[in-house]
């Protein structure tokens, strides 16, 4: 097996991950990175066993893998890493959240008992925006992560420095103020209320839930 390949997982590993990003910055093309943490992932091994903590990292390796236009990384332990070539930091925050909800919505795949969740805590850096070398851009994404657990866990962060600033083609800029605004009030993070509407919003318009409301309110 190559030295760049995790056994357990089969992704390749943190040498594999550095080259990768060394190769879009010689190219001086854009990349996002994403650093993701197993939640509480001590405690699952001490409780179930490392047999079982191996089992779902492999489940999750296997959803990394499934995102589409990213590369998937082992770095350590419960660690992971995926690159993203050409996304702005908005578009790699957004994509990331999807991934966090999928994880906390797919427990089935990490086959651990029904009193144990499963989720993940995601740190969010992009280049040249948050550093012009592989190091620096990993330390980025490696700080947003601390971020996102301070945050709680089950979270998406970016680097503390850099504010979540849409741009315009995304958002109205005035739009963007009063998200601000209204993060300096409630002494939140931007991302942190952004991921809040976000699951407003996928409450409100998902099937299943309203199907799963419809058919309580018809059964009480």
């Known amino acids: 097996m190559s030295k760049h390949i995790d056994s357990l997982t089969g992704l390749p590993n943190s040498k594999g991950l550095e080259k990768v990003l060394q190769e879009r910055i010689d190219r001086d093309e854009p990349v996002a990175l994403a650093m993701i943490d197993v939640d509480h992932f001590l405690e699952l091994n001490e409780r179930l066993g490392s047999e079982a ?4 990292l492999k489940g999750l390796a296997v959803l990394l893998q499934e995102e589409s236009g990213t590369a998937a990384f082992r770095v350590s332990g419960d660690e992971f890493a995926l690159a993203m070539d050409n996304m702005t930091l908005e ?3 957004l994509t990331m959240e999807r991934l966090r909800m999928k994880v906390e919505a ?4 990490f086959a651990l008992p029904d009193d144990h969740r499963f989720t993940i805590t995601i740190g969010v850096a992009q280049y040249p925006r948050d550093g012009k070398t592989d190091s620096a851009l990993r330390r980025a994404a490696s700080a947003a992560l601390v971020s996102a657990k301070e945050i ?3 979270q998406v962060a970016l680097p503390p420095n850099e504010e979540m600033v849409m741009k315009s083609c995304y958002y109205p800029s005035t739009n963007v103020r009063r998200l601000k605004s209204l993060a300096e009030q409630l002494n939140k993070k931007e991302s942190a209320l952004l991921r809040e509407a976000l699951d407003d919003l996928l409450r409100k318009y998902d099937r299943s839930e309203i199907a799963r409301k419809t058919k309580q309110s018809a059964h009480p």
């Open 53 to 56: 903590g191996d089992e779902a």
């Open 91 to 93: 578009q790699a925050f």
């Open 106 to 109: 797919n427990q089935a795949a």
């Open 152 to 154: 709680g866990r089950n």
